[in-house]
């Protein structure tokens, strides 16, 4: 039975085949090592080996694939920390839709650069994301842009959820699966397929504590929004939670951590120093949690996805050195 949430199964299989080969069937493998080290049997879903370094490509070749094929306007904007820029900026190109994107002037330099060299065309605001959304809302009100919105919009939140159909097929049994939880598309679309397909694996969604507000909106189980965020993991750094999508993540999460920026540091640097993984502060929040919470996950079979890997090379030095 699927979960009461705005996302439906059949339509996740055939988001499967929007999909380009290159985003699709990313490995799956268990690192003894570092489940080793964390007392567990630990499965990790690698979504950063694709040319944009992060798992959002799903979510925008569903996008543009059907775009495509409307009568709609042929460009598409959205406002993006860098991900899903990069992105949907490759979908468009790929399929003639001219790309803009809205970032905060703080956003990584490098996935902006590397949004400009995929063909998008970038405008800086001042602010964070939250005023980035507002300047491509304006730009998608005159109706010569579709908007992309991350996570509002569905067809980001069904390819997001073609990673669950990976994991489900490819692994016999997993006990809980571990995401970062941002705008939740990832957290909503793998959870929905668990809830569906194998529904006594435990979702967990994990925040920074810099960053909580759909953690905090999911615990009151009402929208509740931040003044500011404060975490090195921007790619899940938002303050106004989407009250469509907190009603998914309420349907399908079974426990909603936060975690410290510590732990996160930490968490990179054992997929780093033990999985060979170079990633950013996002795609280290699973094992965060899990290092902040052993007893949790202690003997059970664990799968983690890598969501990301678009990080400063100064940055991830720094942080690997202690």
């Given at each position: 039975?699927?979960?009461?949430t ?11 085949r929007?999909i ?8 799956q ?22 040319p ?8 925008t ?33 790929a ?6 994107v ?23 605001v ?22 992309i ?7 980001t ?24 939880l941002?705008g ?21 969604c994990?925040?920074?504590?810099g960053?909580?507000?759909l ?22 750094a ?5 009250s469509?999508?907190?009603d ?9 951590p ?13 997929l ?34 890598i969501?990301?890997?678009?990080v ?11």
């Open positions: 039975m699927q979960p009461d705005r996302l439906d199964l059949e339509r996740i299989r055939q988001a499967r929007e380009s080969s290159v985003f699709r069937d990313t490995p493998f268990q690192s003894p090592t570092l489940g080793g080290l964390l007392g567990c049997e630990l499965v990790i879903k690698l979504e950063t080996a694709n944009v370094g992060c798992f959002k490509g799903r979510g070749e569903v996008a543009m694939a059907r775009l495509a094929r409307s009568s709609g306007p042929k460009a598409a904007v959205c406002a993006s920390a860098g991900n899903l820029g990069q992105a949907l900026a490759y979908s468009g190109r399929r003639g839709i001219a790309v803009s809205i970032a905060g002037k703080g956003a990584n330099a490098g996935k902006i650069e590397r949004i400009r060299r995929l063909g998008g065309i970038v405008e800086l001042e602010g964070d994301i939250e005023n980035a959304r507002e300047r491509a809302r304006a730009i998608a009100a005159d109706g010569k842009a579709f908007l919105e991350d996570s509002e919009n569905l067809d939140c069904e390819g997001a959820a073609t990673i669950g159909l990976e994991l489900v097929e490819g692994v016999d049994r997993i006990d809980t699966v571990l995401l970062a941002g939740g598309a990832l957290a909503t679309g793998v959870g929905h397929v668990f809830k569906t397909l194998a529904p006594r694996t435990e979702i967990v994990i925040q920074p504590k960053a909580p507000a953690a905090l909106s999911w615990r009151a189980r009402s929208v509740v929004t931040t003044e500011s965020t404060d975490t090195i993991a921007d790619g899940v938002g303050r106004f939670p989407i469509e999508v907190l998914d993540l309420l349907a399908v999460a079974d426990h909603v936060l975690v410290e920026e510590a732990s996160i540091v930490e968490g990179m640097r054992m780093y120093r033990n999985a060979a993984l170079v990633t950013e502060p996002s795609a280290a929040l699973g094992i965060a949690a899990m290092l902040e919470d052993p007893a949790r996950y202690r003997g059970k079979r664990v799968a983690t996805v969501c990301g890997a678009n400063l090379p100064d940055q991830f030095s720094g942080w690997m050195r202690n």
